[in-house]
C-alpha cells in the first residue's frame, strides 16, 4: 500500500509530499520559509507511463471471436467491448499498473447505474456484464498453498466510516472475498488505532473488534463460473513473486536527485535576481534598500567603484548533472526521448525521425515497441479472461429468461497493433509483388482495419457504398437506348 502510495504521488507530481531531501539542504538558509515555494516536480514520470498506453490502444485492437461475423457470439462480444469502453479500460489499466506495478479488473453482471437511491430500479433498464477497474489499494489476494503465483481467493476489503449519534464517526471493513464459483460478503467493526509511516507513506491502522450483520438478503452468492471474476494486470513480473513491477519504483532515486538539483538551480537563480549592492554611501529608503536595488553596503567615494555581491554559482556544472540524470530515466524507462517530440537531454536518445523510412523508425523504437509487448502479454490474458467470465455471467444469470438468445461463450481473441504510423503505400506494393497483383484483403476486413471499427458498422459502410453506386449507375440497362426500333434515322 505504501508503494503504492509513493507511485500515485510521483506521478501526480507531488514529491513534497515524499521526499524531504531538499529540505535538509535548505534548512539553515535565510530561505527556509521558501522551501515550499521552491520545490518544482518536473512532471516527466506522467510522459513516461502514459507512452506505452498510447501505443497499446493507440490504435484500436479489433476482438474476434473466431466465428461469422453474424454469430451471436461475436455480436456479444462487439457489444460488452463497446458498452464497457475497453480500449479506454486498457489505457487506464496500463498507466496504473505502470504507477503502482499492477492494477485489477473485475467482470460482473449487474445495473451499469447506480439505483440504489431510487425507490424502484426504472422500467425497461435491465442488467449487463460490467467490466471495470478495482483500486489495488482495496486488493489482497490468497495464495494457494506452496505457490507463489496462483490464487487460491482474492479479497476486497475497504473501510467504511459511518456516523452514530452516539458514538459519531464509527469505522466498518467491508470484505468481498472472491473464491471460484462464490463470493462471500462480510463485515467486522473496527477502531482506529492510529498511523504507520514506517514505508514512507500514512497508512491508517485499526483493531478488528466484531464481525456484524452485512445487510445483504445473501452472505454467498453463486456466480455460475467456475473462475475467480478479478483478474490481475501486472506491469512486469518474475518467477518468485506474484506482485508486479511498476515503472516509478526503479526511478525513485534517480528522480528525488532530478528534484534536489532543480531545487538548487532555481534558488541560485531566484537567490541572485537581487543581489546585495556595494558603492557610495547614499540615502537609502526606509526600509534599507535603494532605488537601484535591494540591500546596500555603504562605501566612501574613494574606496570601490560600486557594484554588485555576487556568486559564480556552478550552473554549467549544475545542468550538465540534471542532463545525465534525465538520460539516466529515459534509459531505465526504456523510452527514446525524441518520441516525445524534442529531446530534455543533449545526446542521449538521438534528435527526432526527420529523413526517415517507417522501418526506421520502427527500428529506432524498437525498446519501447518491446516495452509494451511485454505489458501487453499481461494485459492480453487479463482482458480475454475477463471478456470470456462477462460472457459466462451473462449466460447464467439470463438462464430461462424469455427473450434472451443463450449461446456458448468463446475465448476471444486480440488483435493488437503496434500503434506506430505504417508507410501504407510500401506494404501494399510489397503486397501487390508477392502475389501477383492479387486482392489481399476483403472489402469489409479493409474497413475494419483502416477505421478501426467493428463488424457491424462494416456492414453498414458497405451498404451505404452499394447505395451510392445503385444511385450514381442506376437499375436500368442502358442498351435498351441502342437498340433499333423502326423510327427514321
Given at each position: 500500500?505504501?508503494?503504492y502510495?509513493r ?9 513534497y509530499e515524499v521526499?524531504?531531501r ?10 527556509a ?15 513516461l507511463m ?16 473466431g466465428?461469422p461475423?453474424?454469430?451471436v457470439?461475436?455480436?456479444r462480444l462487439?457489444s460488452?467491448v463497446e458498452e ?34 431510487l ?5 425497461g433498464?435491465?442488467p ?17 498453498r506452496?505457490?507463489?503465483?496462483k ?10 466510516w ?5 458514538e ?8 468481498e ?6 463470493i ?11 498511523v504507520?509511516n ?12 466484531e464481525?456484524?450483520a452485512?445487510?445483504r438478503?445473501?452472505d454467498?452468492?453463486p ?6 471474476l478479478v ?7 518474475l ?21 534536489d ?8 537563480l531566484?537567490?541572485?535576481s537581487?543581489p546585495i ?12 534598500g ?6 546596500y ?5 574613494e574606496d570601490?567603484?560600486p557594484g554588485?555581491?555576487?556568486?559564480t554559482?556552478?550552473?554549467?556544472s549544475a ?7 534525465l ?6 524507462s526504456?523510452?527514446?526521448q ?6 530534455m537531454a ?5 534528435s ?6 517507417g522501418a526506421a523508425?520502427?527500428m ?6 518491446s ?36 449461446y456458448?461463450?468463446?475465448?476471444p481473441?486480440?488483435n493488437w ?11 501494399a ?9 492479387k486482392p ?22 458497405i451498404r ?7 444511385r450514381?449507375?442506376?437499375t436500368?440497362?442502358?442498351s435498351?437506348f441502342n437498340g433499333g ?5
Open positions: 500500500m505504501a508503494k502510495y507511485g500515485r504521488k510521483i506521478f501526480d507530481g507531488k514529491l521526499y524531504e531538499a529540505s535538509d539542504l535548505l534548512k539553515d538558509t535565510p530561505f520559509s521558501q522551501i515550499q515555494k521552491l520545490y518544482i516536480a518536473v512532471n516527466i514520470v506522467d510522459i502514459t507512452k506505452p498506453a498510447d501505443l497499446m490502444v493507440g490504435e484500436p485492437p479489433s476482438y474476434e471471436s466465428l461475423d453474424s454469430s457470439q461475436q455480436k462487439n460488452i464497457n469502453d475497453l480500449n479506454q479500460l486498457i489505457h487506464e489499466i496500463v498507466i496504473g499498473s505502470g504507477i503502482r506495478g499492477e492494477s485489477f479488473i473485475k467482470p460482473y453482471y449487474s445495473y451499469r447505474q447506480d439505483f440504489s437511491d425507490p424502484a430500479i426504472p422500467s433498464v435491465k449487463e456484464p460490467i467490466i471495470e477497474a478495482i483500486n489495488p489499494m482495496y486488493v489482497f489476494p490468497e495464495l494457494s506452496g505457490s507463489s503465483k490464487f487460491k481467493a482474492i479479497n476486497i476489503a475497504y473501510v467504511e459511518e456516523f452514530s449519534r452516539k459519531g464517526e464509527v469505522p466498518y471493513l467491508n470484505v472475498r472472491h473464491i471460484p464459483g462464490y462471500v460478503y462480510s463485515r467486522y467493526r473496527l477502531q482506529a488505532n492510529g504507520d514506517t514505508y514512507g507513506a500514512p497508512i491508517e491502522l485499526f483493531t478488528l473488534l464481525q456484524v452485512t445487510g438478503e445473501r454467498v452468492v456466480t455460475g463460473v467456475p473462475q475467480i483478474q490481475h494486470v501486472p506491469y512486469k513480473t518467477d518468485d513473486d506474484w506482485k508486479g513491477i511498476g515503472g516509478i519504483e526503479k526511478l525513485e532515486s534517480v528522480l528525488a536527485a532530478i528534484n538539483r532543480l531545487v538548487q538551480i532555481d534558488y541560485i531566484w537567490k541572485h537581487d549592492a556595494y558603492g557610495p554611501d547614499i540615502d537609502q529608503t526606509p526600509d534599507g535603494v532605488r537601484f536595488g535591494g540591500k553596503i555603504p562605501v566612501s567615494k570601490v567603484t554588485y555581491m555576487t556568486w554559482a556552478q550552473l554549467d545542468f550538465k548533472e540534471l542532463d545525465i540524470l538520460g539516466i530515466v529515459f534509459q531505465m526504456e523510452t527514446p525524441w518520441l516525445f517530440g524534442t529531446t543533449e545526446d542521449k536518445g538521438g527526432g525521425t526527420s529523413h526517415t523510412d523508425i520502427q529506432r523504437l524498437m525498446p519501447i515497441l516495452k509494451v509487448k511485454r505489458i501487453r502479454v499481461h494485459v492480453d490474458r487479463a482482458i480475454r479472461d475477463a471478456l470470456y467470465i462477462a460472457m459466462q455471467l451473462e449466460n447464467y444469470a439470463n438462464e430461462g429468461v424469455d427473450g434472451f438468445e443463450p456458448e461463450p468463446i475465448y481473441k486480440i497493433r503496434d500503434g506506430i504510423p505504417k508507410d501504407e503505400k510500401l506494404e506494393e510489397v503486397f501487390q509483388i508477392r502475389t501477383g497483383n489481399t484483403i476483403d472489402v469489409r476486413s479493409a474497413i475494419k482495419r483502416m477505421d478501426g471499427v467493428d463488424d457491424e458498422k462494416a456492414d453498414e459502410v451505404r457504398i452499394d447505395d451510392d453506386e445503385t450514381v449507375n442506376g436500368v440497362d442502358s435498351i426500333g423502326g423510327g427514321a434515322n
